[in-house]
Every structure is written in C-alpha cells, then in structure tokens.
C-alpha cells in the first residue's frame, strides 16, 4: 500500500487536496468512506487487492481522518464532483465506485453524473434518500454504544470505549463527527436525491445487512427501487458496516 496526496480542483474551489491509499493491481475499485472514516474500509481494501486482481483507491474525504477541509467544501455533490475530477485527473477507465453509508450517498451522486470513466457503482447501506417512515437513526444524538447497538447484527466483537482511545485517536474522532455534519447535515438526507436516482443508467448494486437498524432494509429497497438498474441484495447476519462485520460477503457480491 502507498499514500500519495494530489490536488484537485473543482467549480467554487481551486485546491483541494485529498490523500489517496492505493493498494495492489488490476481492476480499479474506488473505495469512499463513511462516518467512521478511512479505517473503516481500509482493511476491506487489503482484502480485496490481496484476494482478487484488484488495485483499490480509498480516498481520505477532507476534514476526516485528521485532514484539513477547505471551508468552501460543504456538501456531498460537491464530493461527488471532486472525486469524478480525481478519476479524471488520474486518467482511469473502467472504474467501479464503492461507497458504504454517505459514501455511498457521494456514489449515488457520482452516478449521476454520467463520467464515461465510471463503469459501475455499489452502494452499501447507503444514507442520503428520504423514505417516510424510515428515517436514518439520529447519529448525532446518539452514544457510541448505542451505534454499535444499532450498527452491527453482533457488536460485541467490535464495540470499542472511545475514553479509552489516545488524545491523537480522540481528536480524529470529534474531527471525523464534525466533518460529517458539514457534509451530510443532522438528517443525512436529500429530500430531492431519491427522484433524481430514475435518471442513472450505469449498472448499480445496493448491499444491505439485513440486521442494520442505522438505514434499516426497508430503507435500502427504497434505495434500489428509485434507481431503475439497480439490483438489491440482503446480506445475512450483517449490519450497518459489512465490510468489517462479514467482508467476504461483500467481496463475493461486488466481484461476481
């Protein structure tokens, strides 16, 4: 694996930079984050570049990880519009974008906008859509118990006290909550995002754990029946993050 910085730029915002972990070779997935941060899908990412033939790019969205945020990056089309820059910057073909949680809503929102470079998109248990009677759970007013609770079909293999994290480790996680307010607001939602999704034409697959009671499945069919091509799959025994819960799971599904 290597990390390279670059600088990107996009309409409102001359520089951004974003750092990029690049691990293995072949086929080229574009792995985005959610509200955990870059390290909740960088041990996907080994799995997936030592298993298959798979070179996997997991971009760091400024402000998480402990990274700087240009004040004028606010919101999750302009993350779309800044990774669909970056692919472009980068000169890669055939890629297969893959976003968990508001990774997956900057996927959706990659999606529609059309970038030839961009062959397939999977959403895993994604947020960003509005579904009545099926809200995303209020992140911001909840423990961190309380997410695990709500996040994993078995928490206790992975729950973690954040009191008991180093200074450095601390800040990265007040940082990565503040960021994740800029981008996605408290209700983690675009009411105008779900009658948009009829306008995406490339092939799309929605992963959901059937345990996931953060965007629960009724939620994630929501998701897959506003987007025409879309194929759903429940994942068993799985929550909010399968890729760290039951990641072969997800490695079968994307790759077949």
């Known amino acids: 694996m290597t990390t390279k910085q670059y600088t990107v730029s996009i309409e409102g915002i001359d520089a951004v930079d974003v750092s990029v972990a690049d691990y293995g070779a072949g086929r080229t997935f574009l792995f985005l984050h959610g509200g955990a941060g870059p390290q909740s899908v960088t041990g996907f990412a080994e799995l997936l570049s030592a298993s298959r033939a798979a070179r996997v790019l997991v971009p760091t969205h400024p402000g998480f990880g402990g990274t700087d945020r240009p004040a004028a990056l606010t919101g999750i089309a302009q993350l779309a519009e800044l990774y669909v820059a970056l692919i472009e910057q980068l000169g890669?073909?055939?890629?297969?974008?893959?976003?968990?949680?508001?990774?997956?809503?900057?996927?959706?929102?990659?999606?529609?906008?059309?970038?030839?470079?961009?062959?397939?998109?999977?959403?895993?248990?994604?947020?960003?859509?509005?579904?009545?009677?099926?809200?995303?759970?209020?992140?911001?007013?909840?423990?961190?118990?309380?997410?695990?609770?709500?996040?994993?079909?078995?928490?206790?293999?992975?729950?973690?006290?954040?009191?008991?994290?180093?200074?450095?480790?601390?800040?990265?996680?007040?940082?990565?909550?503040?960021?994740l307010a800029a981008y996605a607001g408290a209700a983690m939602t675009d009411p105008g995002l779900a009658g948009r999704l009829s306008a995406v034409e490339i092939p799309t697959l929605i992963l959901w754990g059937e345990s996931d009671r953060i965007v629960d499945p009724a939620y994630g069919a929501a998701y897959a029946a506003a987007i025409p091509v879309a194929r759903f799959k429940l994942l068993p025994e799985t929550g909010h993050t399968p890729q760290i819960e039951t990641p072969q799971q997800v490695l079968d599904a994307i790759w077949d």
């Open 92 to 179: 890669l073909d055939d890629v297969t974008v893959v976003g968990h949680s508001i990774g997956g809503w900057i996927t959706a929102e990659i999606a529609l906008r059309e970038s030839p470079r961009v062959s397939g998109v999977v959403l895993i248990d994604a947020t960003g859509i509005e579904v009545p009677g099926h809200p995303v759970a209020d992140f911001f007013n909840l423990s961190m118990d309380e997410v695990f609770d709500l996040g994993y079909h078995d928490p206790e293999p992975f729950r973690i006290d954040p009191s008991t994290l180093p200074p450095a480790a601390q800040a990265a996680v007040a940082g990565n909550r503040a960021a």
